[in-house]
């Protein structure tokens, strides 16, 4: 399933992910919540860390966690920094004390999850009062290419529904918006996809 797909492309995961979709999402992301220096963020299903290493350049000490310990490989290579940490460990169960955190970011992760509304009440567990969690996501699509190809187990989402989810794990000022970004990919049968991007904050 999804975290075979991931052991596998770790190594290149930086270059497919760059065919994907672009520093634009990040930039979203980071304007959504507003990124404070000196603050403790956590990146969940961090990959081999595109949101980390933003957040680290803006002086944001990182928690990165993904269950694939390839990825983990690939980001601990690429991340010297003593503003950063990281841990092996899934989404459903962060091993972080509730209430600690400033903000969660998770990018393109909420598609692979069993139970994404389980997800995000996890997540949100761990924000502390006035925390905010940042979801950038796939909207509702039909190539189900991606789930062939990509293990993806969800073929995006509606935006009320995310919308919905934030609201029921407790979070205020919910907001889903347009990232103005899509996110593209190509199957082994040359099929295009074309997919806009969500970015879904909300605070605790
Ligand atoms: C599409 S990649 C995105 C990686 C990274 N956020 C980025 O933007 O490049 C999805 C990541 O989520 C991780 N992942 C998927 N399901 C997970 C779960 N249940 N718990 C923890 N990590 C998970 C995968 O291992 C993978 O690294």
Redesign the pocket.
């Known amino acids: 399933m999804?975290?075979e797909?991931?052991?596998t492309v770790?190594q290149e995961?930086?270059t497919l992910?760059e065919g994907?979709?672009s520093q634009a999402?990040?930039e979203k992301a980071f304007a959504k919540a507003g990124i404070c220096p000196g603050t403790v963020a956590v990146?969940?299903?961090?990959?081999?860390?595109?949101?980390t290493e933003g957040l680290v350049s803006e002086g944001v000490y990182v928690i990165a966690?993904?269950?694939?310990e390839?990825?983990i490989r690939e980001l601990k290579k690429k991340i010297q920094s003593s503003e950063f940490g990281c841990c092996i460990?899934?989404?459903?169960a962060l091993p972080i004390t509730s209430g600690s955190t400033f903000y969660v970011?998770?990018?393109?992760?909420l598609?692979?999850?069993?139970n994404p509304p389980s997800?995000i009440k996890e997540m949100a567990r761990i924000l502390r009062p006035g925390g905010i969690l940042v979801i950038?996501d796939l909207d509702e699509h039909q190539f189900e290419f991606l789930r062939e190809e990509?293990s993806d187990?969800w073929m995006g989402f509606k935006r009320e529904h995310v919308k919905a989810w934030f609201e029921q794990a407790g979070l205020t000022n919910v907001d889903v918006d347009c990232v103005g970004e899509d996110c593209c990919s190509t199957s082994r049968s040359h099929e295009q996809a074309q997919i806009s991007i969500f970015v879904a904050s909300g605070s605790r």
Not at 105 to 109: G, R
């Open positions: 999804s975290k797909y991931f052991e770790a995961w930086d992910r994907f979709f999402v990040r990146d969940v299903g961090s990959g081999t860390g595109f949101i966690v993904d269950e694939s390839s990825m460990a899934e989404v459903e970011f998770s990018n393109m992760v598609h692979h999850v069993e997800a950038t990509h187990r």
